[in-house]
């Protein structure tokens, strides 16, 4: 389960697009943009990676995040593009592989985000891509 306890930016950029879909939404309904207009573009979702204890870890809570030997955030968009990759050693320098690893862990949990915001409201009203088919190829 996907918990943002040590990760409030990237849940605060996984939040922020989930309003912004219900804002256009509601603006729809109320008329003040066009029933056809699609101001959304894609998805974006945001997840943080680190590297605890050894191990690689998705999503860090506050005692992984305060005590991570490497922590990263990765945003990205509904089509598998990165948008920000920002990661740091707290310790000792990390290699490419694992750079890799926490990438595709990143990416797994974006998709996995992605995929959890089309549910809450339904592909059709995002206007970008569908949300679980990009989810896919992420």
Known sequence: MLQAD?????????????ALVDAVETARE?????AKAQPITGEVAAISVGVVK???????????DSTAETDMNVVMTG???????????????FDRALLD???????????ELIARQAASFGADDMGGSDAHAAGANL
């Open 6 to 18: 040590g990760g409030t930016r990237t849940a605060a950029i996984t939040g922020a697009y989930v």
């Open 30 to 34: 109320r008329g003040w943009i066009d």
């Open 54 to 64: 050894g191990q690689p870890v998705l999503d860090l809570d506050y005692p992984e």
């Open 79 to 93: 089509d598998g593009r990165f948008v920000e990759v920002q990661g740091t050693a707290e310790g000792v320098p």
């Open 101 to 111: 690893q926490l990438l595709d862990l990143g990416q797994a949990g974006c998709a």
